[in-house]
């Protein structure tokens, strides 16, 4: 018995898996988009099952108060700022050193989607954004890339899976962003960590399902379902869902995500108390000359991945892509002075 036969033989005993779809969950690229609450869990949970290639993408580093509900990460990586992708990459391998993992330290953009989602089968969303949601579904229904769309506040989350050409997209059920302000996210409403794992186990389920039917030429294409989830009530729905002939994205083909025309050059962070400053596509910064620069000046935490400033009464996080999050404003204009004064226009 192979090591992998070993490793995985009461999941390829499950009829509709068996060792053909054990191979393909092996021969599989995923791309798991976001590594908070939900991506961190359905990262786990696909190296698990034997996916063999991942590419792990985030923005973000960790933080004390992404423990309670992002498993995966420890104390040792909220105290030392450790980059999400970097961490999940570091505690993926430990579960199992044959996966093939792709941490990658970036916002996902406009500019950089294409390239990231380059070679892969399949896309996993694990953002809290809707500009970020329309951005993978104008790039996936561009790229004809199957897509598994999650999201969770309080204990009511959904999913489900997307196939272009197949199935409705994600502005067919919801042809424009909700207005700001207008729904919870997990900063204002808050999240219950046992829902996470339900919903981001649902999206993980569907991922495996969608590859290892794969193997079967025959199997039908799955129908626009949408299961929604109250979690603390116990109350599970479907909700079958139809293409929309005239949708902006799968029917008339018009992809404004993808093309720039919502792309700002910053985001106010909800209920962060922060904004995110963006430059422009192909902008280095040398992160220890800039901590040297800074240090003079207020406290300094230097990553591999980014450096941490503060000083009177804001932190300012710089990545090496130029990018950067500003603490202690949600004044985009206070966000760019501060940027512009340590780090430079």
């Not at 290639?53 to 040792?76: C, F, G, K, S």
């Amino acid at each position: 018995m192979t090591y992998s036969q070993d490793r995985f033989r009461r999941q390829i005993a499950f009829k509709p898996v068996g060792e053909d779809g054990q191979r393909m969950l092996s021969d599989a690229r995923v791309a798991v988009i976001g590594l908070g609450a939900l991506g961190s869990t359905i990262a786990e949970r696909l190296v698990r099952c034997g996916v063999g290639t991942m590419r792990l993408i985030d923005r973000d580093w960790v933080e004390l108060d992404n423990l309670p509900r992002q498993a995966l990460y420890t104390l040792h990586d909220a105290e030392y700022h450790s980059t999400k992708s970097m961490a999940a990459a570091a505690h993926l391998s430990a579960i199992d050193p044959t996966t093939h993992l792709d941490p990658i330290v970036a916002d996902v953009t406009h500019t950089n989607i294409r390239q990231l989602l380059e070679g892969v089968d399949i896309v996993l969303d694990g953002t809290d954004n809707f500009e970020v949601r329309y951005l993978i579904n104008d790039a996936c229904v561009a790229l004809g890339l199957p897509w598994v769309h999650g999201g969770i506040v309080g204990a009511a989350g959904q999913a489900m899976l997307i196939e272009p050409e197949h199935t409705a997209c994600f502005r067919c059920l919801l042809p424009e962003a909700p207005a700001p302000n207008t729904a919870g996210s997990c900063d204002t409403v808050g999240v219950l960590g046992p829902a996470v794992g339900v919903i981001a186990s649902w999206q993980a389920l569907l991922a495996v399902q969608w590859i290892v039917e794969r193997k079967d030429s025959d199997a039908p294409c799955r129908p626009s379902v949408l299961s929604v989830f109250d979690l603390w009530h116990g109350d599970v729905r479907k909700i079958q869902l139809k293409k929309v002939p005239d949708c902006p994205c799968c029917g008339r083909k018009e992809f404004p995500f993808l093309d720039g025309h919502h792309s700002t050059d910053v985001q106010v962070m909800c209920g962060k108390n922060a904004v995110q400053v963006q430059v422009p596509s192909g902008t280095r910064i040398h992160l220890a000359e800039l901590a040297q620069r800074l240090r003079p000046h207020g406290e300094v935490v230097e990553t591999p991945f980014l450096v941490r400033f503060s000083q009177g009464g804001s932190t300012l996080s710089v990545f090496a892509d130029g990018r950067a999050m500003v603490h202690g404003t949600e004044d985009p204009v206070q966000a760019r002075k501060i940027y512009q004064r340590w780090v430079g226009s």
